[in-house]
């Protein structure tokens, strides 16, 4: 898949880096040919990179709130809401906790996640695995019909009926998370820990990946016979269709990330039918699993499925409103959060209020991905991550992210004041994902010159923050277009009227 | 950057028929194998030439799962041309294609020029949607057709330009009104100033228009 080598981060997850913040500045510095100008505890902020030496006080600040027998959680977030640490699996951890998947009581964390990982493999078995099985004996055996449930049993409450309504969920989701972060590589690639659960040789369960190859499969079936063509065509060639080759095949006994996403995706769904699957989920839950899928506590990455299950299934308690439709125009609803930010943006920039305003762009226009999606398709995958420990560790819960916005807003006033509705439109639609380059030198060179203070506690604060420039030519009138280097997490806090500043 | 007249379209169709990549052809000439999702709406600009004149065309790319259509349907209030898009190697989303066309039609301008597009049109050995059966839908429901692939930009260009261009005789049948701007029309910056006099400048400017075809 060559477009994904293409990309710089496409080594993400490069088994050897601690982390990829590490190697990657690392290789900067080296493509720039000159020394170092920022020591790695310095740019990574939280000593990511576990060669800073002596530990980086931030980690012991950390250790110190999480080495209470009982967490103070006021004290957690207003650590977390400068940035996590990733060393350690410090991230992993506090996030578990933000996210109220692990209590505040340490002594009970062992046995909770035991409890809940075990129930996450039930789920597995009833949703996943136990349909499969009755499928897979269908195909080789006759008298499977003759029992009292099989697939033309006309019951609603026939297990098979449920099966085939669920493909529908399956199908869409599966479309979706095959292309999840399509700028890195990490989603494609083979897991460490394969569910032994449903990979099990001996019994070859069906996996949901087979599930969906069948189910393309038969749909087209039924659909050529409905439509009078009693010609079917080669089975070869459906299985070519159901299966495209632009994506990898892995070998049997492995599955991709995307697979383990596509899983629990799919477990949410069936568990709460309400909601089920809406595109845009498969971008929450992205993030999540690949934190904890890069866990550096082995331990616990190998339970990276089920925990990102519970802290998906507890952030979505917290955001289902905006994917829900009939909810829209609500208090609750993604609409009302939209109006939120402009009207944010009347308070604290009331010119640009206006302008936007005049121009007739609306927040729906672009406010709707970004929250909905909590700005994970607005920045590189490492930047979200950093955005999200401020999010998680915001106690009225979300409220930081109308003030993101409307610092993305205000942070390239200039431009929108400028431009006219088409170049404002790009301007405020192009994600930093779709539109990569790799890391310029020239962004940091004049964040530099601003002082080195600045750039010491701007880089603290959001390493890897100035990655996200558009490409030239993006735009109609070829014009290159940075975010410009203010840190838009400290202009958040300001409105915010919190002290956010680095530590030292 | 001047122009006679813009026109808004929609890009509608199931998720993954390549609707965001069809946009990204047409306005940056670039193919991106595996484009992010689309939520809620992706917009895009370009300016084309018919008969001489500069036509700029504002395209609304929208989300293809049906639960984003109550958001979609905004979108469609004041388009000008919608492109209807199915990939020919998924017959599932050719067999969506009437339920789309009923949620364009209700939510649009009755004028509205739709054009059906069969996309992916390089993966032939993949085909599962005859061309004929796309022409034949398009006929029966009134549509332009063409298959595309936004992989090889083959038809690119054409789809775009030829909505134009029928939305364009459409305005010089008269059959727009284009001083109402519901209908996804807007006449450029300087006509605004000759039309903006009175009726009788308008009438004039879309006599002008008319005329102008009459020579092709």
Known sequence: MAFLCLHPLSDLQEPSSPSWLGSRSQREHRRQGDAPRWKPSVILGFGCASFASPPCPRIADFQDVLKEPTIALEKLRELSFSGIPCEGGLRCLCWKILLNYLPLERASWTSILAKQRELYSQFLREMIIQPGIAKANMGVSREDVTFEDHPLNPNPDSRWNTYFRDNEVLLQIDKDVRRLCPDISFFQRATEYPCLLILDPQNEFETLRKRVEQTTLKSQTVARNRSGVTNMSSPHKLSASSSPNEYEVLPNGCEAHWEVVERILFIYAKLNPGIAYVQGMNEIVGPLYYTFATDPNSEWKEHAEADTFFCFTNLMAEIRDNFIKSLDDSQCGITYKMEKVYSTLKDKDVELYLKLQEQNIKPQFFAFRWLTLLLSQEFLLPDVIRIWDSLFADDSRFDFLLLVCCAMLILIREQLLEGDFTINMRLLQMSARSYRKPRSSKTRSSLAARGPGLEEKTLTLCPGFWDTQMPVGSQPEGKLQEWPAPDLLTLGCSHRGTLCHAPS | ?216
């Open chain 2, 1 to 216: 950057m001047t122009y006679a007249y813009l026109f808004k379209y929609i890009i509608i169709g199931d998720t993954g028929v390549g609707k965001s990549c069809l946009l990204l052809q047409f306005t940056d000439k670039r193919f991106q194998p595996v484009h992010d999702l689309t939520i809620g709406v992706e917009f895009g600009a370009r300016m084309v030439n018919i008969d001489g004149k500069q036509i700029k065309l504002q395209i609304w790319d929208t989300a293809g799962q049906e639960s984003f259509r109550s958001i979609t349907r905004s979108y469609y209030r004041g388009a000008a041309g919608a492109l209807l898009v199915y990939d020919i190697t998924r017959r599932e989303t050719f067999n969506h294609l009437t339920s789309w066309l009923e949620d364009a039609r209700q939510h649009s301008s009755s004028n509205m020029v739709i054009m059906l597009i069969g996309n992916k049109s390089d993966l032939e050995s993949r085909r599962d949607v005859k061309r004929e059966e796309g022409e034949a839908f398009a006929r029966e429901h009134g549509l332009i057709f063409m298959e595309t692939s936004a992989k090889t930009a083959c038809n690119v260009e054409e789809a775009f330009i030829n909505t134009a261009k029928e939305i364009y005789r459409k305005i010089q049948q008269g059959l727009f009104d284009v001083h109402n701007e519901a209908n996804g029309i807007k006449i450029g910056p300087q006509q605004c100033i000759s039309t903006s006099v009175g009726p009788s400048a308008s009438q004039r400017n879309s006599r002008d228009v008319g005329s102008n075809s009459g020579c092709c």
